[in-house]
């Protein structure tokens, strides 16, 4: 698969995030996740509270394996990442209400994971939302209902090659494809808040080798990444757009990354006017206020990084880059997640899960920014 076709491709409140220390080059973070010990809930509202802070566990890491076409998530705070130390899996099953003949065979390769804070659907106040090649898909994270149980989905030809996917407050998606071969590639909204039949209403914008898609929460616009960066708006007055019949509208293209071919893009939680990306030639901050890019500092600035994202309030960045190490026969999967000194760029750690095929890993932060 050529470079510019590779696939670029608990939960964190800010609040609740501790400091990462690294002792004798060996990374060691202290998770923040309560146990349940320390909630004792004493009556019905104490219940309450305790509900409320269990989504406040924080700093664990979601991931690609495309060793089993896996979502995993892990916390850096255990030393080695195993099935022991794992704290949740998942893909699509007939368990979660996934259709065994049109859905679930779509499922391969999986590309992206994000999990976001959202109440649009019945039961749910956390969801993931989840790509592979041929299968987008909202599940429910937390709420009264089944884990991982299906809430959308929608199946894609074999032509379509998805790399990501965005949740938007109001329960509507966007969804990114790389295309099979250059220059195919697009970006498509989809009424996924509505109930069947009417959760596919679709608009579609070519985007060439788009990679991307991130809503920022703090200026109400869409960012995507594909071999340029670009600002949507969403359902503004000049769009035409409705929840029914959800519309972006082209508010600013940037038309020179630092590097060609983005892959990854993502939040900085700890810099509202910053954005996170990477390139098939190297790691990029990108100033929203300026509208420039700078490089990543010291050995965090690697070329063909698959994703790159930084945990809230810890000034760790969290890296993949295709490796030698990786069990499938491609160029873009890896067993290792590295970690870095977001300032610095110096190297803080890393974390290996043997035998698997990783392509994207995360910060499992529900939060917009």
């Known amino acids: 698969m050529q470079n510019t076709m590779m696939k670029a491709g608990n939960t964190c409140l800010r609040s609740t995030c501790v400091n990462w220390m690294a002792i004798v080059l060996v990374l060691t973070v202290v998770s923040c996740a309560r146990q349940a010990e320390q909630l004792q809930p004493k ?41 022991t130390t794992r704290k949740w899996s998942w893909k699509p099953s007939t368990a979660l209400s996934y259709n065994a003949t049109n859905e679930i065979p779509l499922w391969a ?3 992206d994971i994000k999990v976001r804070n959202n109440t649009v659907f019945a039961n749910t106040a956390q969801v993931i939302t989840a790509t592979s090649y041929r299968l987008a898909t909202i599940a429910r994270y937390t709420g009264t209902g089944t884990k991982g149980q299906k809430l959308w989905v929608m199946g894609f030809n074999d032509t379509t090659s998805l790399h990501a996917m965005e949740i938007l407050p109001d329960g509507n998606c966007v969804v990114a494809s790389a295309g099979k071969e250059w220059p195919q590639g697009w970006i498509r909204i989809y009424s996924s808040s509505q109930p069947s039949p009417n959760h596919g209403v679709n608009t579609q914008y070519y985007f060439a080798s788009a990679h991307g ?18 600002k949507y708006t969403y359902n503004t007055p000049g769009s035409g757009g409705t929840i029914t019949n959800p519309k972006l509208r082209l508010d600013t ?22 954005l996170l990306l990477s390139t098939n030639g190297g790691v990029y901050v990108f100033h929203i206020s300026t509208g420039k890019f700078d490089s990543i500092p010291g050995a965090a600035f ?63 932060d529900p939060n917009y920014y």
């Open 213 to 230: 898609v991130l809503w920022d929460n703090t200026h109400q616009v869409l960012w995507a990444l594909g071999n340029q960066l670009r």
């Open 43 to 83: 009556d019905e509202a104490a219940e309450k509270v305790k509900a409320k802070t269990e989504l406040a566990t924080c700093c664990w890491v979601g991931l690609t394996n495309e060793v089993g076409n896996t979502i995993e998530v892990y916390d850096p705070a255990d030393a080695s990442w195993t099935a």
């Open 302 to 364: 690697r070329t063909f990084v698959k994703s790159v994202s930084s945990q809230p309030d810890q000034n760790i960045l969290i890296e993949t880059q295709p490796s030698s190490g990786c069990p499938l026969s491609n160029n873009w999967c890896t067993s290792v997640v590295n970690f870095y000194n977001a300032t610095t760029g110096a190297a803080a750690g890393s974390r290996t899960v043997s035998g698997a095929a990783i392509y994207k890993a995360k910060a499992f």
């Open 109 to 111: 390769a999986p590309t």
């Open 253 to 274: 293209t940037y038309q020179s990354l630092p590097s060609a071919w983005g892959h990854d893009l993502s939040a900085d939680p700890n810099n509202p006017d910053q």
